[in-house]
């Protein structure tokens, strides 16, 4: 089974950065992209950001073009999401997850890490 783990979330003040981190682990597992999603209570999850796993290539929600930068280490399994100039609007727990096809589902799915920006 594939387990896909994210750390880096916190508190951080308007204009903050952060580092979130996605690790895989388990089984051999060949996906095409992974990506992040973020979600706020009584909202849907939504997309922020994705990158396939052997090209690099990368895409963004409009609201965190030129904030935020998804990027993967294919040697260590792991995926990043470098935070810039946060703003409280981006406060949410913020999912990883995997695809093995651009047709196919988000699945798996991690078990989300909290990120907090204070005005």
């Known amino acids: 089974q594939v387990q896909l783990v994210e750390s880096g979330g916190g508190l951080v003040q308007a204009g903050g950065s952060l580092r979130l981190s996605c690790a895989t682990s388990g089984r051999t597992f060949s996906r095409y992209a992974m990506g992040w999603f973020r979600q706020v209570p009584g909202k849907e999850r939504v997309f922020v950001a994705s990158?396939?796993?052997?090209?690099?290539?990368?895409d963004y929600a409009d609201s965190v073009k030129g904030r935020f930068t998804i990027s993967r280490d294919t040697a260590k399994n792991t995926m990043y999401l470098q935070m810039n100039s946060l703003e409280p609007e981006d406060t949410a727990v913020y999912y990883c997850?995997?695809?093995?096809?651009?047709?196919?589902?988000?699945?798996?799915w991690g078990q989300g890490t909290q990120v907090t920006v204070s005005s």
């Open positions: 990158i396939t796993w052997t090209t690099g290539r990368t």
């Open positions: 997850a995997a695809t093995i096809s651009v047709i196919s589902n988000w699945d798996p």
